[in-house]
C-alpha cells in the first residue's frame, strides 16, 4: 500500500519560512499529482497547491501563490511545499495526498478528488 508522511511543520514568525515534505513508500509518484491541502480548526480542508506526476507542472490556490513552492524528487520519492512570507492566516494542519493522474497539467481541486492522506503537519505561525 502507498503510504504518505508528513514533515517540516512547527512554529515560526510572520514573514518566517519552512519547508513540507511529503514523503511516499510503497510504490512511486510516477502515476500520480500530489495535492497540498490545509486544514485550520473549525475550517473545511482546503487545497494549497499541487504537482504532476511528471513535476512539471504546478498549481496553486490564489492565497498562497507567489508565497509557496511545490516541487518534487523523483529520485526520493518526495514532494516538498516550500514556505515563504508566511502570515498567521496560514496557521493550519497540512496535509498531502494523491490522485491517479497523468496529464502535464493540474489545478488546485477539492480533498475529495484525493485519497491516501498521511497525518498532516502542523504549521503555527505566531509572533
Known amino acids: 500500500q502507498l503510504q504518505l508522511v508528513e514533515s517540516g511543520g512547527g512554529l515560526v514568525q510572520p514573514g518566517g519560512s519552512l519547508r513540507l515534505s511529503c514523503v511516499a513508500s510503497g510504490e512511486t509518484l510516477d502515476y500520480y499529482a500530489v495535492g497540498w491541502f490545509r486544514q485550520a480548526p473549525g475550517k473545511e480542508r482546503e487545497g494549497v497547491a499541487c504537482?504532476?506526476?511528471?513535476?512539471?507542472?504546478?498549481g496553486y490556490s490564489d492565497s498562497v501563490k507567489g508565497r509557496f513552492t511545490v516541487s518534487k524528487d523523483k529520485a526520493k520519492n518526495t514532494v516538498y511545499l516550500e514556505m515563504n512570507s508566511l502570515k498567521s492566516e496560514d496557521t493550519a494542519v497540512y496535509y498531502c495526498?494523491?490522485?491517479?493522474?497523468?496529464?502535464?497539467?493540474?489545478?488546485?481541486?477539492?480533498?475529495?478528488?484525493?485519497?491516501?492522506w498521511g497525518q498532516g503537519t502542523q504549521v503555527t505561525v505566531s509572533s
Open positions: 504537482v504532476t506526476n511528471s513535476g512539471g507542472n504546478t
Open positions: 495526498g494523491i490522485k491517479y493522474w497523468g496529464e502535464s497539467w493540474c489545478f488546485v481541486q477539492s480533498p475529495d478528488e484525493y485519497g491516501f
